[in-house]
Nanobody, 125 residues
Framework: QVQLVESGGGLVQAGGSLRLSCAASGRTFSSYTMGWFRQAPGKERMLVAG????????RYADSVKGRFTISRDDAKNTVYLQMNSLKPEDTAVYYC??????????????????WGQGTQVTVSS
């Protein structure tokens, strides 16, 4: 059974940094796109960053470009999200998810079939 476990969330002041980790078990995910999504109260879940199986293709939401970096370590079956210069509007529950095999990085949730339980990120002003 595939399981994704996120960690690294917490409370941070604006301008601070956090690194989220997502450890996968039950499947080798090296052939799959991985994505980080976030969902704030009353809002839809949106893609924050995604990375293709090779790591060559990445995609970021406009609101986080230049501040967030997604990476993967297939030997550890782990994907990371480095978040710098955090803003109060980054406050949300962050989820990692397994997407399709290959180089495509979809932006919508329908293309991701396995999800973690989420980790809360709160940025204070």
């Amino acid at each position: 059974q595939v399981q994704l476990v996120e960690s690294g969330g917490g409370l941070v002041q604006a301008g601070g940094s956090l690194r989220l980790s997502c450890a996968a078990s039950g499947r080798t995910f090296s052939s799959y796109t991985m994505g980080w999504f976030r969902q704030a109260p009353g809002k839809e879940r949106m893609l924050v960053a995604g990375i293709s199986w090779s790591g060559w293709n990445t995609r970021y939401a406009d609101s986080v470009k230049g501040r967030f970096t997604i990476s993967r370590d297939d030997a550890k079956n782990t994907v990371y999200l480095q978040m710098n210069s955090l803003k109060p509007e980054d406050t949300a529950v962050y989820y990692c998810a397994i997407g399709p095999a290959g180089a495509v990085v979809p932006t919508t949730t329908q293309f991701y079939d396995k999800w973690g339980q989420g980790t809360q990120v709160t940025v204070s002003s």
